[in-house]
């Protein structure tokens, strides 16, 4: 019996010890890859910042654009890249997370919603120079929108809406049964419930989605391309004309006007994204930590 444990036991050690090896060389392929990840990050942002920076100035980024871009800034492009972006999240921010508490919460779960869930997710992944052909024919087209802000902010607002709803589900359904249950036993309604519980438990979710939806906007050109126009003024009305930071960058490119505004573009680009993001980072550990406190 003691020579049967003995076996036993070195068979134990050896197939845990064999265990160790495999978990070391997972470990191994995972930091390698993550490493190989962010080292391709960092080189395409390095190159980036290490060809626009220098051609970066103050008169770069408070002047308006001269000479088809060769000459002048961007900051109208700047402006009007905030408007697209806070008018693009007005349209289909609301729109996303009512849609998303009626899939969760008051229909009934069966064909119709698993359809419904399937062109959602298949929407996110169709290219955007289809829904800026779509925003071409029906707002610029058909409503009578021509090229403009509005027509741009609307074609945005389709393009991230179906991200914007499967994320705003998907943090709407990890919100614990428990909460709602007693805030129903509680005596509140159940749209009372939603607003006061459900949606502020979900909040940090949304807000990643909103966040998602913001680098989109700010890095799309072809759905823009046949609904924004090329105006590099600031947009006065929803009805002018517009160039975002994207489009400018893509027509500097493209015709080959400046490789060094096109670079000082780029990085400008990027550097405001970035900001964007740490300012929701800070956002949505406030709200954790105000949550957490309560």
């Known amino acids: 019996m ?28 995972l930091y390698l890859a993550a490493g190989i990840a962010v080292g391709v990050l ?8 290490a060809n626009g920076l220098k051609e970066i100035s103050w008169e770069f980024l408070t002047s308006g654009v001269k000479d088809a871009g060769r000459e002048g800034g961007i900051f109208p492009l700047i402006i ?17 997370v009512l849609a998303a508490i009626y899939m969760t919460e008051y229909s009934k779960q069966g064909a119709v919603i698993s359809v419904i869930r399937f062109f959602t997710t298949n929407l996110a992944g169709i290219p955007s120079i289809i829904f800026g052909l779509f925003g071409y024919m029906f707002f610029t087209k058909m ?4 090229w403009s802000l509005l027509s741009g902010s609307a074609t945005i607002a389709v393009v991230i809406l179906p991200t914007l709803i499967r994320t705003s589900e998907e943090a709407i359904m990890t919100v614990p049964a428990g909460y ?13 419930t939603m607003r006061k519980v459900v949606i502020p438990t979900a909040s940090p979710g949304i807000i990643n989605g909103i966040i998602l939806g913001m680098g989109r906007i700010f890095g799309e050109t072809a759905a823009l391309f046949f609904t924004l126009g090329s105006g590099t003024e600031i947009a006065n009305s929803l009805m002018d004309s517009a160039r975002s930071l994207s489009l400018h960058l893509y027509t500097l490119a493209k015709q080959g006007i400046s490789p060094g505004k096109s670079y000082a573009t780029a990085t400008v680009l990027v550097v405001i994204v970035l900001i964007l993001n740490l300012i929701a980072g800070i956002f949505d550990r406030r709200i954790n930590r105000y949550k ?3």
């Not at 960092?42 to 910042?49: E, N, Q, R, Y």
């Not at 890249?81 to 996303?96: D, E, I, K, M, R």
């Open 2 to 29: 003691n020579k049967d444990f003995g076996l036993t036991k070195e068979f134990v050690l050896k197939n845990r010890a064999k265990q160790k090896r495999r978990q070391r060389t997972a470990f191994v392929f």
């Open 180 to 192: 709602k249950e007693g805030s129903l036993a509680l005596g509140a309604t159940k749209w009372q």
């Open 292 to 294: 957490e406190n309560r």
């Open 42 to 49: 960092l080189v395409i942002i390095g190159f980036i910042f």
């Open 143 to 146: 409503l009578g929108w021509s």
């Open 80 to 96: 009007n890249t905030l408007y697209l972006v806070g008018l693009g999240l007005l349209f289909a921010a609301p729109l996303a």
